[in-house]
């Protein structure tokens, strides 16, 4: 069976205008996608509601602003009851830019064009490739490639959701309780319920309870090394390791970077990274960090993952890195980019629930479980506000839990704007979690909320508290301050283990820490900024230092 090819709709009155989109539309795209051509908004927003109704994937929809029965803008914004994830192009005028640029928030447009996009090769095909891309990475078919099939609340299947969704690997997942079409898979392939969760690749090799390590291995995802000796290795694909695999691969090095989990480390989970530079409609997490992993392997990096490094030794000046699973990578030169990951909440319930609507992060793949449901967010940072935003799109109701009064000591300015203005998303200042309930998932929260503790059921709880740098496997090697973060450059020369430890003539580079030829960049790093731009940045910087210790 074929799924049926994903459709771009292009929207005009014009006649002229009409003809020369879909003209171009035709000429780039009618290989993958099947064009069609509406001459109205009334017309358009009929045609979406049948393509819906035959569940037709919509991929994009090419809209001009000014049509006198139903503005661009204004299908735009009803066609996302219908098709949540379809990409949204609104084709303007000069005259039309400032409401342009307004309905990138209040209809949440993902581009806007200028008329005419002559030559389309520079103008239209670039950004419309891109849209078109990130929706085939997001969008689930509905038959072949990879099908999940588990139960709703196991821990294990939430784990594997998440990892094929970090490496923006399309799959379908089918609920065992309540899905007849998993009942009848999973006997097909001659199994039971006790295998679950199971994996139907796209051969239609199924893999009870698979390992991520194991259900990489299916996907063709890389982890074993194939050198000996590399001149520099990056630990951790966040932001930072990978500009850092960008810049050294880029720049001649044999760069190797390793990653325990998923590209994008804690930004690789956010729904909406809105204040990145260059994406003024925004993007996810996944998107930025996928871009930044194929870039990096065109460029010559080899990735490795999911492999975890269990020990870091130096011998006769060179790095031997000690995976998990015993093998051993040397090097000349490391970058530790291990980031953070968010502290537990420390109250009953919590390790019994995790993963069973417990989560800590933004977990995305259980938004669609949420439908209709109320969900609580714990903390008050951006993670938590670009979480709060994207559940608001499926529950019912969005509770953020703070300790403080308001959000604007932790939050973005935009992000604080657009919860106000999003009605099922509720603040509740002076508040925190005491405890959660519930049998095999969670079923309700007790929130303390200005010293009443009230009962509350609850679909989902996210947690987005603190931050913990990922260097307990460091400690016997590299100096950390008193919470565990990486000392580098000025601030290892002010420590007062410095003198004993470091026996360079020189001082430290500015992203070294205490062992030459070893640096570290990104949320690790003590001092460093919790900013996607900033990561970024000293992840470029890092190799510019590493090409100095290499020249020594």
Same mark, same amino acid.
């Not at 050294?248 to 044999?254: D, F």
């Given at each position: 069976?074929?799924?049926?090819?994903?459709?771009?709709?292009?929207? *005009?009155?014009?006649?002229?205008?009409?003809? @020369?989109?879909?003209?171009?539309?035709?000429?780039?795209?009618?290989?993958?996608? &099947?064009?069609?051509?509406? $001459?109205?908004?009334?017309?358009?927003?009929?045609?979406?509601?049948?393509?819906? @109704?035959?569940?037709?994937?919509?991929?994009?929809?090419?809209?001009?602003?000014?049509?006198?029965?139903?503005?661009?803008?204004?299908?735009?914004?009803?066609?996302?009851q219908y098709f949540p994830h379809a990409k949204r192009v609104l084709l303007t005028a000069y005259a039309d830019t400032e409401a342009a640029v307004r309905a990138i928030n209040s209809a949440r447009i993902d581009h806007y064009l200028m008329k005419p996009w002559d030559p389309p090769e520079n103008l239209l095909y670039p950004t419309l490739q891109d849209l078109l891309n990130a929706w085939q990475a997001a969008h689930k078919p509905k038959f072949d490639g990879v099908r999940l099939i588990g139960f709703q609340w196991s821990?294990?299947?939430?784990?594997?959701?998440?990892?094929?969704?970090?490496?923006?690997?399309?799959?379908?997942?089918?609920?065992?309780?309540?899905?007849?079409?998993?009942?009848?898979?999973?006997? =097909?392939?001659?199994?039971?319920?006790?295998?679950?969760?199971?994996?139907?690749?796209?051969?239609? %090799?199924?893999?009870?309870? +698979? #390992?991520?390590?194991?259900?990489?291995?299916?996907?063709?995802? $890389?982890?074993?090394?194939?050198?000996?000796?590399?001149?520099?290795?990056?630990?951790?694909?966040?932001?930072?390791?990978?500009?850092?695999?960008?810049?050294?691969?880029?720049?001649?090095?044999?760069?190797?970077?390793?990653?325990?989990? %998923?590209?994008?480390?804690?930004a690789g989970t956010s729904s909406r990274i809105e204040n990145y530079l260059g994406f003024p409609t925004g993007l996810s997490g996944a998107e930025l960090a996928h871009r930044a992993w194929t870039q990096a392997v065109r460029l010559g990096a080899e990735f490795l993952a999911p492999q975890e490094v269990a020990s870091l030794c130096v011998q006769d000046g060179y790095k031997v890195l000690t995976l998990s699973d015993g093998s051993e990578i040397s090097t000349k030169a490391v970058v530790l980019t291990t980031g953070v990951?968010?502290?537990?909440?420390?109250?009953?319930?919590?390790?019994?629930?995790?993963?069973?609507?417990?989560?800590?992060?933004?977990?995305?793949?259980? =938004?669609?479980?949420?439908?209709?449901?109320?969900?609580?967010?714990?903390?008050?940072?951006?993670?938590?506000?670009?979480?709060?935003?994207?559940?608001?799109?499926?529950?019912?109701?969005?509770?953020?839990?703070?300790?403080?009064?308001?959000?604007?000591?932790?939050?973005?300015?935009?992000?604080?704007?657009?919860?106000?203005?999003?009605? $099922?998303?509720?603040?509740? +200042?002076?508040?925190?979690?005491?405890?959660?309930?519930?049998? *095999?998932?969670?079923?309700?929260?007790?929130?303390?909320?200005?010293?009443?503790?009230?009962?509350?059921?609850?679909?989902?709880?996210?947690?987005?508290?603190?931050?913990?740098?990922? #260097?307990?496997?460091?400690?016997?090697?590299?100096?950390?301050?008193?919470?565990?973060?990486?000392? /580098?450059?000025?601030?290892?020369?002010?420590?007062?283990?410095?003198?004993?430890?470091?026996?360079?003539? &020189?001082?430290?580079?500015?992203?070294? /820490?205490?062992?030459?030829?070893?640096?570290? @960049?990104?949320?690790?790093?003590?001092?460093?900024?919790?900013?996607?731009?900033?990561?970024?940045?000293?992840?470029?910087?890092?190799?510019?230092?590493?090409?100095?210790?290499?020249?020594?």
């Open positions: 069976m074929a799924a049926k090819k994903p459709i771009i709709l292009a929207v *005009d009155d014009d006649p002229q205008v009409l003809a @020369a989109i879909a003209r171009d539309l035709r000429q780039e795209f009618s290989q993958e996608y &099947r064009i069609v051509r509406v $001459n109205s908004g009334p017309e358009a927003l009929t045609t979406i509601k049948e393509l819906s @109704a035959n569940e037709e994937p919509l991929a994009l929809i090419v809209a001009d602003q000014r049509m006198p029965e139903l503005e661009g803008v204004e299908l735009l914004t009803a066609s996302r821990p294990l299947s939430h784990e594997l959701k998440d990892f094929l969704s970090g490496y923006m690997v399309g799959y379908q997942w089918l609920d065992y309780e309540t899905n007849p079409e998993a009942q009848a898979l999973v006997q =097909a392939k001659g199994f039971e319920s006790a295998d679950l969760p199971l994996v139907i690749c796209a051969d239609g %090799t199924a893999v009870p309870k +698979p #390992t991520k390590a194991v259900l990489a291995q299916h996907l063709g995802i $890389n982890s074993t090394a194939s050198q000996e000796m590399y001149d520099v290795v990056v630990v951790g694909a966040g932001p930072s390791g990978l500009a850092a695999a960008v810049y050294g691969a880029s720049e001649g090095l044999k760069t190797l970077i390793i990653e325990r989990q %998923t590209p994008g480390g804690q990951s968010y502290r537990t909440l420390d109250v009953p319930g919590m390790d019994r629930l995790s993963g069973a609507g417990v989560y800590y992060g933004a977990a995305r793949t259980e =938004a669609r479980s949420c439908d209709e449901q109320d969900v609580y967010i714990v903390g008050g940072g951006n993670s938590a506000g670009q979480a709060a935003m994207y559940l608001a799109t499926y529950a019912r109701k969005v509770f953020i839990v703070i300790r403080g009064a308001n959000l604007a000591a932790s939050m973005s300015a935009y992000l604080i704007e657009q919860i106000r203005d999003t009605p $099922n998303i509720e603040l509740l +200042p002076f508040s925190q979690i005491k405890e959660v309930c519930g049998q *095999d998932h969670l079923e309700a929260v007790m929130v303390d909320i200005n010293g009443t503790v009230e009962k509350r059921p609850a679909r989902a709880l996210f947690v987005f508290i603190g931050a913990k740098p990922s #260097t307990e496997w460091l400690l016997d090697q590299v100096i950390c301050d008193g919470k565990g973060f990486l000392l /580098t450059g000025r601030d290892l020369v002010t420590d007062a283990r410095y003198a004993s430890i470091w026996k360079k003539e &020189r001082e430290p580079y500015l992203l070294e /820490t205490c062992v030459p030829g070893i640096f570290a @960049a990104g949320d690790s790093r003590s001092g460093a900024m919790a900013r996607v731009a900033s990561a970024v940045g000293e992840g470029s910087m890092a190799i510019k230092f590493v090409h100095q210790y290499l020249d020594e």
